[in-house]
């Protein structure tokens, strides 16, 4: 194909392409890597929650020490998702994801080197750093590569890289314990971030760089109205009401997400007496369900969009229905069947992914492209932050009464809290005009 480069001059008023018309496919190969590295980010942050029993059994922790290593991992989550959102708004989409993953891959690696509880520390505040990068990066990719017709569905296919990483690590992890041990776990995982590093150095560039994408194609990316944009800082940012929206609803429904990736295959050794090598086909379930919810959730929306219906209806539309199908949940605890259990709290799992990724598509739908890794970094400290509130409660009532209601209480009712934020303070969800810095 030719180079995209010859026809920049030509996209000016360049309009839609008509419905049906091939304008070339490129840009989903560019997805399909964005899902495997949201795969890989979550196959690292997971093992710990996979093998919480057999570290806390050979390192002598407890369920407050386990709430404080999720307590730093998600406090340089909230630190990394600013910082590393403003690095990749400065370095570029390509080297900026390059950096932020060899970086967990090597902090995933060195928990296998590490017997003290401040060494864990120190890794999990590491990983965090890094791993923050994941999704500032892939918003970033899909608003260079995508209208905005198809980005809340490009989303929801890489934001189902948080499910596929969530239905691996259940199933390799154990297996890699009982042969050669826990720490070979963390060496070998980390590691394979390594290997999707050379694809992505050798496949990412933006699409008027790329030789793969057509001219059809890049018409088609760069459909949608550019506007102008010049610098901005953090408080110009922080001055509208469209960046809280975004980042409140990220402060409620990320937690959520955390305390199913920290605690659940707990859940099940507690509540229904499961061992470490019986939580994998329920927890697989689970995600497969989650996976289905994200694709699902992105569809529905750009379907919506597709008939001639706004972006903000759409938008709105897909998260409602996901927030009312989150709320059976609270029942969960009380369930005695453990496959009752999985389908509740696979359903909620589901349609917290099918809010999630019309959620995550608010910044590219609102900013224009260079403020979107800075927006998305910035809620994205938010639901960092609701995650450190959460590693706390979870910690603490499970420590103190060995429960889990409250927190799936506050699961049940996070989502319609948050839609109600989401409408208070972007009611049109109309594009937002920056000022020049």
């Known amino acids: ?161 948080t499910n596929a990483g969530a239905i691996i690590t259940p199933l390799i992890a154990p297996w890699i314990t009982l042969h050669w041990g826990w720490r070979w776990a963390f060496f070998l995982i980390g590691a394979i971030g390594f290997l999707w590093l050379a694809l992505w150095m050798w496949i990412y560039r933006r699409p008027e760089e790329h030789p793969r994408c057509s001219p059809a194609e890049l018409r088609y990316i760069r459909s949608d109205p550019q506007p102008p944009l010049g610098k901005m800082s953090w408080l ?12 409140l609803g990220k402060f409620l429904i990320d937690p959520i997400w955390w305390f199913y990736l920290f605690w659940i295959p707990d859940f099940f050794e507690r509540r229904h007496g499961l061992a470490l090598f019986q939580i994998g086909l329920p927890i697989v379930l689970i995600y497969l369900m989650a996976d289905g919810g994200s694709v699902a959730g992105g569809w529905f929306s750009s379907l919506l969009v597709q008939q001639g219906r706004s972006v903000n209806f759409a938008r709105k539309t897909a998260m409602l229905v996901c927030a009312a199908c989150v709320v059976p949940i609270v029942f969960a605890p009380r369930v005695a069947s453990s496959w009752g259990a999985v389908f509740l709290i696979g359903l909620a799992a589901a349609a917290h992914q099918g809010f999630s990724c019309n ?49 799936f209480a506050i699961a049940g009712s996070a989502y319609l809290t948050a839609l109600a934020v989401i409408q208070v303070l972007a009611p049109r969800l109309d594009p937002v005009r920056l000022q020049e810095a």
């Open 1 to 161: 194909m030719p180079d995209c480069s010859a026809t920049r001059n030509l996209l000016e008023g360049q309009t839609d392409n008509p419905p049906g018309s091939s304008v070339g496919y490129f840009r989903w190969i560019i997805c399909a890597v964005l899902l495997l590295g949201t795969t890989k980010n979550y196959m690292d942050r997971q093992v710990i929650g996979v093998l919480k029993t057999t570290l806390q059994h050979d390192l002598g922790w407890n369920e407050i020490d386990y709430g404080n290593l999720v307590f730093a991992f998600q406090a340089a989550y909230a630190i990394g998702m600013v910082v590393v959102g403003r690095l990749i708004d400065g370095l570029g989409t390509r080297i900026g994801y390059a950096v932020a993953m060899a970086g967990w891959s090597l902090a995933s690696m060195a928990h296998g080197m590490l017997s003290s509880f401040s060494g864990f520390v120190a890794a999990r505040f590491a990983l965090g750093l890094g791993e923050a990068g994941v999704f500032p990066a892939s918003l970033k990719a899909t608003a260079e590569w995508f209208p905005k017709r198809e980005r809340a569905l490009a989303a929801g296919i890489f934001n189902a890289g």
């Open 236 to 247: 110009k940012l922080a001055a509208y009401r469209e960046t809280w929206a975004f980042a």
């Open 359 to 407: 959620l995550l598509t608010l910044p590219s739908d609102l900013f224009p492209g260079r403020a979107v890794a800075s927006v998305v970094g910035m809620g994205g400290m938010a639901g960092a932050a609701g995650g450190m509130l959460i590693a706390k409660v979870v910690a603490y009532f499970l420590e103190w009464t060995g429960s889990y209601a409250v927190p």
